[in-house]
């Protein structure tokens, strides 16, 4: 008689770890109320127990688990999964091969695996493996001697190695429902490869309620899965440069209408013409960095900027993104010459494994860095050479790895969300004699980001899947409209009889900003689009 390996759903595997649990809290208690708010999976993990003790709990553990019609897994102990019956194990890199587990246990058993690499993935699917828990993704208190943390973007390159398999994928380590969100989208490969659940300890263990903490990452969970996970979808058929310039109209007065407050933590130098630039757009700026501000500031906020062309606050910045994802706030991330040191390099990765970007604006050295690629080099906050041979490729490829919109500014400004890319030449030579002009791009693209989550939050819809940007409203258009907005008005800014040089331009610049119509947007605007089909698109990045 055969036996077929059970179904199993990956979506909320809790990982059990009694040491966690809060005073008064018996563990059974615990984790009858964790299977009533949605846990789907559990591993029993017991390291210092004895043989004995392990025993009891693990079938204590399965007849409660039986009671949801949820499998139960055993960490590492071959001979207790055999004893009480359970429906496989979890293993680790140092525990014992999985050829060895499989030739033991019975042929439905399923079996998981620890994956810190990539290399580790590929030799799970070689070896049989059923599924594989990635990461981790950051740092832990279950855990000691954790390899190196891989970070959200890091699980993306893991996943990768499932593509045309079978074998099942969670993120492992440091998971909660405030980063929860972020895990699932950020780590989303560029092929389209989505995790199929998150493996939880700490935030439901530890929980006084557990059945509320399962339930409340049980929802993030579904809400994830039952949008597009896919960042490989095609494009939308909407996006016409006709099409593009209204809804750019559109969002002018959108800006005046809502008048977002946007949040700035910004460089230094150029605080004063930001701030004198997203009043001029009809928006309000407040520019603060302190940590201890970032909860109360995120819910009164349309959109967040975070400049860190001088690094004064990281935390601030790590606190500002987190709580903007919480809240479904929109981020604009503009990585001022992330290129120049180890420091401004390392602190770019820290933000944006902590939190989802909504949009990654930089010049072609800046977001060279980001990509890790030598193609194009800084030299402070400038490129270096003649930029990128396909900007056009470049844009949508890091569009897919960083799950975000990109915006390429330069001589032409490039912008993509991975599928679409367009093309902006707008735009005056003086923007480039003035101290801050791409830092002002960035408040505009903020600007409007705010604007087009308001609007759309209004009428209740999200204009196009961009399978949760974590905010609603279209952030490709928006960014558009930002760029176009601030390389308009330089135009204009540039033909008055009153600029001399730079040295006026830049009042004429705040004026023309704030003189912007929608018929001066559309009748300016020189806008291309390129609707990239899978065949044209280069993933090796």
């Known amino acids: 008689m055969t036996h077929s390996k059970p179904t199993v759903d990956y979506s909320l595997y809790l990982v059990t770890g009694r040491a966690l649990l809060p005073a008064g809290k018996d563990y059974y208690e615990s984790l009858e109320e964790s299977l009533q708010g949605g846990v789907t999976l559990v591993q029993i993990r017991e390291k210092t127990a004895e043989t004995g003790e392990f ?56 079996i998981g695996v620890t994956c810190n690499t990539p290399e580790h993935v590929r030799q799970a699917v070689e070896d049989g493996a059923d599924y594989v828990g990635v990461g981790p993704a950051w740092t832990t208190q279950t855990k000691k001697n954790l390899n190196a943390i891989v970070g959200i973007r890091g699980l993306g390159m893991m996943l990768r190695e499932l593509d045309g398999t079978q074998v099942k994928a969670v993120a492992i380590g440091g998971i909660k429902s405030t980063n929860a969100l972020h895990c699932l989208h950020g780590s989303v490969s560029t092929t389209g490869h989505a995790l199929d659940g998150l493996a939880v300890v700490s935030d439901i263990v530890a929980s006084p309620e557990p059945k509320l903490a399962a339930e409340k990452l049980a929802f993030i969970v579904r809400a994830f899965k039952s949008g597009p996970p896919s960042s490989s979808s095609l494009p939308d058929a909407r996006y016409t440069a006709e099409w593009i310039k209204e809804q750019v109209a559109s969002l002018v007065p ?35 960095s302190a940590p201890e501000e970032m909860e109360d500031l995120s819910r009164a906020i349309g959109g967040l900027l975070i400049n860190f062309g001088t690094i004064q606050n990281l935390d601030g910045m790590l606190a500002a993104g987190t709580w903007a994802n ?12 992330v290129g120049a040191t180890r420091y401004r390099q390392t602190s770019a990765d820290a933000l944006l494994n902590t939190w989802q970007a909504t949009v990654i604006k930089g010049n072609a050295g800046e977001l060279a860095a980001i990509a890790k690629s030598t193609e194009v080099r800084s030299r402070g906050v ?18 897919r790895k960083e799950r975000c919109v990109i915006v390429l500014t330069g001589v032409q400004d490039y912008i993509s969300d991975g599928n679409t890319v367009i093309r902006c030449s707008n735009g005056h ?113």
């Open 382 to 399: 400038d490129s270096v050479g003649q930029g990128f041979e396909d900007p056009i490729a470049f844009v949508s490829q890091l569009a």
């Open 429 to 541: 030579k003086l923007l480039g004699d003035i101290t801050g002009s791409g830092c002002m791009v960035g408040t505009s693209v903020a600007t409007f980001c705010a604007a087009a989550s308001l609007e759309a939050a209004e009428s209740q819809t999200a204009a196009v899947a961009h399978d949760a940007l974590l905010v609603k409203g279209d952030m490709l258009v928006a960014a558009v409209a930002g760029v176009l907005a601030l390389t308009v008005a330089s135009e204009f800014a540039a033909a008055r009889q009153d600029v001399l040089g730079s040295g006026t331009f830049l009042p004429a610049l705040i004026d023309e900003l704030g003189a912007l119509t929608p018929e001066k947007m559309v009748k300016a605007a020189n806008i291309e689009v390129f609707s990239l089909q899978p065949a044209q698109r280069k993933d090796e990045m």
């Open 55 to 110: 025993l009891e709990i693990a079938c204590r553990s399965k007849e409660i688990c039986r009671k949801h019609n949820v499998p139960i897994l055993i960490n590492d102990r071959i001979d207790i999964a055999l004893a009480m019956g359970a429906d496989g194990v979890h293993i680790g890199q140092t525990d014992m091969p999985i050829a060895v587990a499989r030739s033991l246990l019975p042929p439905s058993a399923v």
């Open 326 to 337: 919480i809240n479904l706030k929109p981020v604009v991330f503009d990585p001022v010459g």
């Open 254 to 288: 959108a800006v005046r209408k809502h008048g977002p407050l946007v949040h700035q933590i910004t460089n230094t130098v150029v605080a004063n013409q930001s701030a004198n630039a997203t009043l001029a757009l009809g928006a309000s700026p407040i520019m603060a």
